[in-house]
C-alpha cells in the first residue's frame, strides 16, 4: 500500500514539473513574441528647456589670448615657456659646474608653485611646408603673369611693325623690355624649382623623422582685489597680467640662459594647440592648426571673382552668355596648351573680366620666324618660359604615369604572394577620396 502510494506520488510530482516546464516555456514564448512585435515608442520631449552651453562654457579657462591662459573668471593668468637643453653627462667639468650654478639660480627664483611638464610630439614640418608652398605658388602666379605680360607687349611690338609705327627707339625700348622680363622669368623659374625641391624634401622626411621632445615650464600671475588699493577693470587687470607675465617670463628665460637651456615663450597660437593636444593627444597630430590657419574659414566676407553676377546677367539679358562661355573655354585651353596647370588656368580666369576676355579674343597670334626678324630679335621674341613650361608638363605626366605603374605592381605582388587578402574594390575605393587630375574637377 505504501508501495504504491510512492509511486502516485512521484507520478504526480513528474506530471507537475512538465506542467511548470511547459509554462515557463509558454510564458518565454509570449514575452519575445510582444516584444518582437511591439512598435517603437517616441517620448515627447520638449528640448526647447534645455540649457544649451557652447563648447568652451565645458573647458576649463575662459580664453586664451596675448600669450596667455585665462582663468577662474578673469583673475588667474598662466604663461608657459619652452625649453630646450643639452647632453649634460657628456659635458666638460666646466660646463656641469656652470650648469649646476645657473639652473640653483633658476630653482631660487621660483616663489610660487610651478609646474614641469614633458611630453613627445611627431615632429611637426606643416607649417614650414605651408610657407613653402605659399612661397611656391605665389613664385609660378608671378611666372604666368609675367609670361602673359611678355606675350602682350610682344604682340605690340608685331602691331606696330605691321602698321609702319615701330621706329627705331621704339624698336629698342620694346626689345630691352622683353629681354628684362625674359631675365626676371629665368630667375623666377629657377627660385620656383628650388622651392619644389624643397617641398620634395619635406614631405621625404616627415614621416621617418624621430618624435620631438617638448620641456615646459608653467607658471601664473594672480590677481587678488585685496591687495591693491582700488578696484581694477578688466582690461586693467589683462594689461598687468601680460606686464606680470613678461616680466616672470623675462626673468626665468635669462636665468636658463645661464645655465646652458634655451628657452622661448609660448606664444598665442602655439598655446592653444597645446591645450587641444593635451586634451586630444590621439588626434592632435592628425589635425594641426595650419589646416585652418591662414583660411578665410571663419571670415563672413570673402573675395568674388573678376566676372561680377550682374556680367552674367546682363549677358542672359542681351542673349550673349554662350559667347562669354566661348570665350572663356577658348582662353582656358589657350593657357592648357601653353603648359598652365588646370588649377593655376582656372584660378587665372576668374580674374578676367569681360573686357579682358574680349581684348585676348580680339587678339591675332603669329608666328616668329627668322625671315621676319634677326636672330637676336628671334631669340628676344621668343617666350622661353613657355617652351620650358611644355617640357616640364610633359615631364611631370611621364613621371605620373611611372609613379601609377609602379604602384599597380605593387600591388600585384602583394596579391600574388597573398591571394586572400586581394579585394577588386580596394583601389576603387581609395581613389574615389583622391582629388581629379588632369582638367576641371
Request: charged share 35%; aromatic share 10%; hydrophobic share 35%.
Amino acid at each position: 500500500m505504501i508501495e504504491q502510494l510512492t509511486n502516485i506520488a512521484r507520478i504526480i510530482l513528474f506530471i507537475l514539473i512538465v506542467i511548470i516546464a511547459l509554462g515557463l516555456l509558454i510564458m518565454v514564448y509570449f514575452k519575445k513574441y510582444k516584444r518582437k512585435n511591439k512598435a517603437v515608442e517616441y517620448d515627447d520631449i520638449d528640448y526647447s528647456s534645455y540649457d544649451r552651453k557652447d563648447s568652451v562654457d565645458l573647458c576649463k579657462f575662459e580664453d586664451i589670448v596675448d600669450d596667455m591662459i585665462i582663468t577662474d573668471n578673469g583673475t588667474r593668468f598662466v604663461g608657459i615657456i619652452k625649453v630646450r637643453g643639452f647632453d649634460y653627462f657628456y659635458a666638460r667639468p666646466a660646463e656641469k659646474n656652470r650648469t649646476e650654478a645657473g639652473y640653483a639660480s633658476f630653482v631660487n627664483m621660483i616663489k610660487e608653485p610651478m609646474v614641469y611638464r614633458q611630453y613627445t610630439k611627431a615632429v611637426d614640418l606643416s607649417g614650414t611646408r605651408a610657407m613653402c608652398q605659399s612661397a611656391y605658388e605665389k613664385v609660378e602666379a608671378d611666372l604666368f603673369l609675367l609670361s602673359e605680360e611678355f606675350n602682350q607687349q610682344r604682340e605690340q611690338y608685331f602691331d606696330l611693325a605691321d602698321k609702319g609705327k615701330l621706329s627705331v627707339d621704339m624698336e629698342e625700348q620694346i626689345l630691352d623690355s622683353l629681354e628684362e622680363k625674359a631675365r626676371t622669368m629665368e630667375v623666377l623659374e629657377f627660385r620656383r624649382d628650388h622651392l619644389y625641391d624643397n617641398l620634395s624634401y619635406i614631405d621625404a622626411v616627415s614621416n621617418i623623422t624621430s618624435p620631438e621632445k617638448i620641456q615646459t615650464y608653467t607658471f601664473d600671475w594672480v590677481y587678488d582685489p585685496l591687495i591693491g588699493a582700488s578696484d581694477l577693470t578688466a582690461e586693467q587687470i589683462r594689461e598687468k597680467a601680460v606686464t606680470e607675465l613678461n616680466r616672470k617670463a623675462a626673468g626665468f628665460i635669462h636665468a636658463l640662459s645661464n645655465a646652458g637651456v634655451r628657452a622661448t615663450r609660448v606664444r598665442t597660437a602655439e598655446l592653444k594647440f597645446m591645450m587641444r593636444r593635451h586634451w586630444h593627444p590621439l588626434t592632435a597630430d592628425e589635425f594641426n592648426p595650419y589646416l585652418y590657419e591662414g583660411t578665410n574659414a571663419y571670415d563672413d566676407v570673402t573675395s568674388s571673382s573678376g566676372m561680377k553676377e550682374s556680367d552674367y546677367e546682363m549677358a542672359e539679358e542681351n542673349g550673349t552668355m554662350s559667347e562669354i562661355i566661348s570665350l572663356q573655354q577658348k582662353k582656358y585651353d589657350e593657357m592648357i596648351d601653353r603648359g598652365v596647370e588646370p588649377q593655376v588656368a582656372e584660378e587665372m580666369l576668374a580674374t578676367f573680366t569681360k573686357e579682358d576676355l574680349e581684348k585676348e579674343a580680339a587678339r591675332v597670334s603669329r608666328s616668329i620666324s627668322t625671315e621676319e626678324i634677326k636672330d637676336r630679335k628671334e631669340a628676344i621674341l621668343t617666350n622661353k618660359f613657355e617652351e620650358h613650361e611644355k617640357v616640364r608638363q610633359k615631364e611631370k605626366e611621364r613621371n605620373k604615369k611611372l609613379q601609377k605603374i609602379k604602384e599597380l605592381e605593387a600591388l600585384d605582388n602583394k596579391n600574388l604572394k597573398n591571394p586572400t587578402n586581394s579585394n577588386p574594390d580596394e583601389t576603387a575605393f581609395i581613389n574615389s577620396f583622391l582629388p581629379k587630375l588632369g582638367g576641371k574637377n
